[in-house]
């Protein structure tokens, strides 16, 4: 399985998080010991010449090589072996002229000689040597210390100032990234509430901007970005629905006056053509107006309603119509009301609009039955044909018919009784009726207690 480069921003952080400290623990013990071998190094070498010097002192005052007579601080330095010191006084050939007990085994050769004083590492031995002159004889002085000795704890503290050096890096390294998940953390859930917040904003929401107040000046951008782009929806709703308002207002009334005015034509099967388009466009702006009204109705206007109030209103408002397409129409309603959070004319709407469906759809004589559910439904079963669509949400969407052949209904219908639905927070069942037909149903939660 190919492994491939993480897209949480977190596994990202703490991916390099991870890496950096795993060079981090290698790198820092080579670099700090390096540095204090070079430290100790120096010192050592100070050490060791500020011992040669003190010897070279005493064969100076000695005025003879065979004669050193040390203090005895040194001459106990260099008389046992626990601290590994030994000295040596080399002539100008390398003959050894004097040195300590001790000095046997120190590779003195390998030192060089020069006219300033010199050191050199060879083995576990670090060695010196300072040129003096006694009168006209030139001579070189050479400490030596052996670092294996007991005596001898530079390295021993090197090794232990590392090791506890380690145990408290190691801890500090891995709190880092324990406390960094905990604010990126903090970090994308602050992003989070802001998604979630765009995800709730909607049609009827667009008044409702994205907070980004706790967010990084990185992520500000897109938020302020975001908001501007709500904003010129807000105002293309608004626009929309103000040119809808207008549109309706405008062909109103000369609809009206041309409808009275069909009335007056004398040929029989034209002015029942003309009247049944004029019709058709009526009918057209008064669902267009419909739209415009359930597009501009915020959460904040649902109250309590009746349903059954709803039934017998909108059912008394359609009679005359009803009466007119010969469609018989029944209802069956509880005697209690049925209260649900809602718009009253909005629900009136879309019940009127199932009512349009169902005439329009089947034939003359066919019944219609009205039932409110107490569970919060307003149900529409008619005895036509019944539905042939497979797809059925194709039947709730805007200008879409599913017989292309009709001209009375520009097939914004149902997609009202939707977005109607929509607001509620409701949903919308189609399907077909016990006996045959089409039932369609529309279930709006219940108000609260």
């Known amino acids: 399985m190919k492994i491939g480069w993480p897209r949480s921003l977190i596994a990202r952080i703490l991916l390099l998080e991870g890496g950096a400290i795993l060079l981090v623990l290698v790198l820092i013990p080579l670099l700090t010991g390096s540095v204090l071998h070079r430290t100790k190094a120096v010192y050592q070498k100070e050490l060791l010449v500020s011992q040669a ?3 070279a002192a005493e064969v100076t005052v000695a005025a003879s090589p065979g004669r050193v007579l040390l203090p005895p601080a040194l001459e106990a330095l260099y ?3 626990y601290d590994g010191r030994a000295f040596a006084i080399l002539g100008a050939s390398g003959r050894r002229v004097m040195a300590s007990p001790h000095a ?4 003195w050769r390998v030192v060089p000689r020069g006219r300033a004083p010199q050191a050199v590492k060879r083995g576990s031995y670090v060695m010196v040597s300072v040129p003096v002159r006694v009168g006209a004889t030139p001579l070189w002085i050479l400490v030596s210390q052996d670092e294996t000795r007991p005596g001898a704890i530079t390295d021993d503290i090197t090794r232990s100032f590392l090791t506890r050096y380690l145990a408290v890096l190691l801890p500090i390294l891995l709190l880092l990234p324990l406390v960094n998940s905990v604010l990126i953390a903090l970090l994308v859930r602050t992003v989070r509430t802001v998604s979630a917040s765009a995800a709730a904003i909607g049609p ?8 980004d107040a706790g967010l990084p000046t990185e992520v ?4 302020e ?19 809808v308002g207008n549109v309706v207002h405008e062909l109103r009334t000369p609809l009206a006056t041309l409808r009275i005015q069909l009335d007056s034509v004398g040929d029989d099967r034209l002015r029942t053509a003309l009247l049944a388009q004029t019709d058709r466009v009526s009918h057209v702006v008064s669902q267009l107006h419909d739209l415009a009204r359930a597009d501009a109705i915020l959460g904040e206007d649902l109250l309590a309603v009746d349903l059954v109030a709803v039934a017998h209103e909108t059912l008394s ?11 018989p129409v029944t209802l069956d309603a509880p005697a209690e009301p049925v209260w649900v959070r809602g718009n009253r004319v909005l629900l009136t709407i879309a019940l009127s609009n199932f009512l349009t469906n169902a005439v329009r759809h089947t034939p003359a004589g066919t019944s219609i039955e009205i039932a409110v559910d107490p ?10 044909p019944g539905i042939t669509v497979m797809d059925r949400s194709l039947l709730t969407q805007r200008f879409w018919r599913a017989d292309h052949k009709r001209s009375d209904s520009a097939g914004i219908g149902l997609s009202i009784v939707q977005r109607i639905v929509d607001l509620h927070d409701g949903h919308l069942d189609i399907g077909d009726g016990p006996g045959g037909g089409a039932r369609f149903a529309m279930v709006i939660p219940l108000a609260a207690g």
């Open 53 to 55: 010097q003190a010897i």
């Open 79 to 81: 008389a046992g072996t």
């Open 104 to 107: 046997g085994d120190v590779p």
């Open 204 to 211: 009827r929401s667009l008044h409702v901007r994205l907070p």
């Open 220 to 223: 500000r951008p897109l938020v």
């Open 225 to 243: 970005a975001t908001n501007g782009l709500i904003e010129r929806l807000e105002q293309s709703f608004a626009a929309q629905a103000e040119f």
């Open 317 to 327: 408002e359609a009679a005359a119509k009803m009466l007119a397409s010969q469609h």
């Open 375 to 384: 569970a919060g439904a307003l149900i529409v079963t008619d005895h036509g």
